[in-house]
């Protein structure tokens, strides 16, 4: 309730300021609402997520060990 009363009382006295917060915790949940709607839809999410690489494209990890001769 002390919460609703500041915000009105704020808004009333710096509107830009409060408008300026709601731009800001828009932007700032976009992504974490939108990424899953596009995964959910099928849409590609390679720009935030990153490329999807095939696992017959994928190298094992023993490919970085030093070879042993002998």
Known sequence: MAIAK????YL???PMVVLSCAIGAVAISMPL??????????LPTDQ??????PDY???SRGHLAPKLEG
């Open 6 to 9: 500041f915000i009105r009382y």
């Open 33 to 42: 609402v939108v990424v899953p709607i596009r995964q959910s839809m099928g």
């Open 48 to 53: 935030y997520d990153g490329p999807h690489t």
């Open 12 to 14: 009333d006295r710096e």
């Open 57 to 59: 494209m994928k190298k």
